[in-house]
């Protein structure tokens, strides 16, 4: 049953976030969801809340820069305190600016690593050595990757520097957590029509997609959404590449 299971679910901050699919997804199987945003519209955050609590979950919210050193600590904190003891958490969040070798410098790279590397981390273990003093039998930790394990992302240096680094952690921290009942993997949903897609990319994009479509939020949420379930409880340690056939040459 999920009915009192709860999940964290960082960067939901507009209607179009992969975040918010994801905790519609979770929601919608019967998981209570706290979620963090960033600058996002208050009027917005606050019907979309209601959105979730009205599907019959509990649903607290808080707006966080994760670029915050203590961050992780902060968003643990409340959800004990407003929800309980989280079994599912979902390193959705991201820093992402164009560089390339021109532009790369210290102020971008430290800007991509508190929020893709240090956050990410820090939450995961948090999580779990709050998890370790629960009773909770399965926990499930989620982190998102972008490809860069498959091919090279020119002009994005920063960026795929520190989400690879989230692969690496996620496999050798999935080894550490098994014993405690916690899977951890990663998925990379590769091209993604979110926030920061416009007509020209998608344009650019559309041809190389076989299925003829690019892919949704929706689409990374059903993946998370069973990652998140019983059914996925012996994967562990993976990096999960749902692109929908995606061609990268």
């Not at 958490?89 to 800007?111: P, Q």
């Not at 020209?200 to 929706?218: N, Q």
């Amino acid at each position: 049953m999920n009915k009192h299971k709860i999940a964290i679910v960082t960067g939901a901050s507009s209607s179009r976030d992969i975040g918010t699919a994801i905790c519609r997804k979770l929601a919608a199987s019967g998981i209570s969801i706290f979620f963090t945003h960033w600058r996002a519209d208050r009027n917005w955050v606050r019907t979309f809340q209601q959105e979730l609590i009205s599907s019959g979950v509990r649903c607290e919210q808080m707006e966080l820069d994760l670029a915050d050193a203590n961050a992780a600590k902060t968003i643990l904190d409340k959800v004990t305190k407003t929800l309980g003891a989280p079994a599912i958490l979902v390193n959705n969040a991201a820093h992402s600016t164009a560089d390339g070798f021109r532009k790369l410098d210290a102020k971008t790279l430290d800007a991509h690593y508190a929020v893709n590397m240090r956050s990410t981390f820090l939450l995961a273990v948090e999580f779990a050595r709050l998890f370790e003093q629960s009773n909770l039998q399965a926990g499930r930790i989620i982190n998102m990757t972008s490809g860069q394990d498959i091919a090279a992302m020119p002009g994005e240096l920063a960026y795929v520097a520190t989400k690879g680094a989230i692969s690496a952690f996620t496999k050798s921290l999935s080894q550490e957590l098994a014993p405690l009942g916690i899977t951890v993997n990663a998925v990379n949903p590769g091209p993604t029509d979110s926030t920061w897609m416009n007509d020209e990319i998608r344009s650019y994009l559309i041809p190389k997609f076989p299925m003829g479509r690019i892919g949704t939020p929706e689409d990374v949420a059903k993946i998370i959404g069973f990652l998140a379930s019983e059914e996925a409880e012996w994967i562990t340690g993976q990096i999960i590449h749902s692109e929908g056939g995606f061609i990268r040459s």
